[in-house]
């Protein structure tokens, strides 16, 4: 069994930088790939980014490329999304899903314009 737990979320202005953690407990998570979606009030969950389980490929939705970063440390069973030059538009709850099959709980990011 996978437990996940996010944290790094919050409220920052437009501009500014946040990095989200996704720690497991349980089951390592160097045997899954991982991904962050997020979802906006309104809007359907999409995906963000991903990562493979050994860290050497990673994609990205279009509209956040060349501004987050995704990356992973499995021997700390965590993995991470470094948001920089955060836009209003990026406001919502993060999840991070871990082989597809397990999601945490989420954390809010909230950027003011």
């Known amino acids: 069994q996978v437990q996940l737990v996010e944290s790094g979320g919050g409220l920052v202005q437009a501009g500014g930088s946040l990095r989200l953690a996704c720690a497991s407990s349980g089951r390592p998570l160097i045997n899954y790939g991982v991904s962050w979606f997020r979802q906006a009030p309104a809007k359907e969950r999409e995906f963000v980014a991903g990562?493979?389980?050994?860290?050497?490929?990673?994609n990205y939705t279009d509209s956040v490329k060349g501004r987050f970063t995704i990356s992973r440390d499995n021997a700390k069973n965590t993995v991470y999304l470094q948001m920089n030059s955060l836009k209003p538009e990026d406001t919502a709850v993060y999840y991070c899903?871990?082989?597809?099959?397990?999601w945490g709980q989420g954390t809010q990011v909230t950027v003011s314009s």
């Open positions: 990562i493979v389980w050994s860290g050497t490929m990673t």
């Open positions: 899903n871990v082989g597809g099959l397990y």
